[in-house]
C-alpha cells in the first residue's frame, strides 16, 4: 500500500496499532540479537523519535536507557510527556538535533 493509497483509504486505528507493535517486537528481537551486552544493559539513541511510541515498548521490554532525538521540539515535548507518565523518569533524555545537511525546518 502506497502513500497515496493510505488517503484515498480509511484505515482503521486498530491496523495502524497493531502495525506499531509488529515494528516494535522487530526492532526488540533486533537489539536483542545485535546487543553486545545483556538487554537490560543496553542504551540506544533514537534518531527521528516522534513521539516516542516505540521508545515506550521498548522501555517496556527492559531496555536499560533511550536518548530520543528529534528536530521538532514538539515531538519531543510529546516523547517527553509520554515517558515521564509511564515512570521511565531516569530510563530516557531527549535532545533537539538536526543532522547535518538536514535543514533546520521550524515546526
Same mark, same amino acid.
Given at each position: 500500500? %502506497?502513500? /497515496?493509497? #493510505? ?6 486505528? &486498530?491496523?495502524?496499532? /497493531? ?7 522487530? /526492532? ?7 546487543? !553486545?551486552?545483556?538487554?537490560?544493559? %543496553? ?6 523519535? =516522534?513521539?516516542?511510541?516505540?521508545? &515506550? ?10 536518548? #530520543? %532525538? ?8 510529546? #516523547? ?5 507518565? =509511564? ?5 530516557? =533524555? &531527549?535532545?533537539? &538535533? #538536526?543532522? !547535518? ?7
Amino acid at each position: 500500500m %502506497t502513500l /497515496l493509497d #493510505c488517503q484515498s483509504e480509511q484505515i482503521s486505528w &486498530v491496523d495502524i496499532c /497493531l502495525a506499531k507493535i509488529t515494528l516494535s517486537l522487530f /526492532l526488540e528481537k533486533f537489539i536483542l540479537k545485535n546487543s !553486545p551486552a545483556d538487554y537490560e544493559k %543496553t542504551s540506544l539513541v533514537d534518531f527521528g523519535t =516522534g513521539t516516542g511510541s516505540y521508545i &515506550v515498548e521498548l522501555l517496556k521490554s527492559g531496555l536499560k536507557f533511550a536518548m #530520543c %532525538t528529534d528536530f521538532s521540539q514538539i515531538m519531543l515535548d510529546k #516523547c517527553e510527556a509520554k515517558l515521564l507518565k =509511564g515512570g521511565f523518569d531516569e530510563r530516557f =533524555g &531527549v535532545k533537539k &538535533v #538536526c543532522l !547535518p545537511n538536514s535543514g533546520e525546518r521550524k515546526i
